[in-house]
């Protein structure tokens, strides 16, 4: 079974920054396209960004561009979310997620990314903006 297990969350000041880790036991994250989600409290789950496995194609929403930005260390195994001058409202659960294969690699992370497109998710990690 595949698995994903998110850390780097926590408490930061308006203004602050975080680095949100994805990192994957039992299979290559480099195969795969990665993208955060996050799902702030009585919302709908929102992709926060998208990166595919050649790097070529890599989105974010509007919400975020910017401020936000995800990475590969393929050494590592690792996907990242660099997150400065947080808000308030990026007060959330953040999870990343692995697509499913339902499209070819250069047809991943050309917009915003979906649920529906990723198969495999984490357990998320809670950010908090707050002063």
């Known amino acids: 079974q595949l698995e994903l297990a998110e850390s780097g969350g926590g408490l930061v000041q308006p203004g602050g920054s975080l680095r949100l880790s994805c990192a994957a036991s039992r299979f290559t994250l480099r195969h795969y396209a990665i993208a955060w989600f996050r799902q702030a409290p009585g919302k709908e789950r929102e992709g926060v960004s998208c990166?595919?496995?050649?790097?070529?194609?890599?989105a974010y929403a509007d919400s975020v561009k910017g401020r936000f930005t995800t990475s590969r260390d393929n050494a590592k195994n690792t996907v990242y979310l660099q997150m400065n001058n947080l808000r308030p409202e990026d007060t959330a659960i953040y999870y990343c997620?692995?697509?499913?294969?339902?499209?070819?690699?250069?047809?991943?992370?050309?917009?915003?990314?979906?649920?529906?497109?990723?198969?495999?998710w984490g357990q998320g990690t809670p950010v908090t903006v707050s002063s």
């Open positions: 997620a692995a697509d499913g294969g339902f499209v070819g690699h250069d047809s991943m992370c050309l917009g915003p990314p979906h649920p529906g497109s990723f198969a495999t």
């Open positions: 990166i595919n496995v050649n790097e070529r194609n890599i």
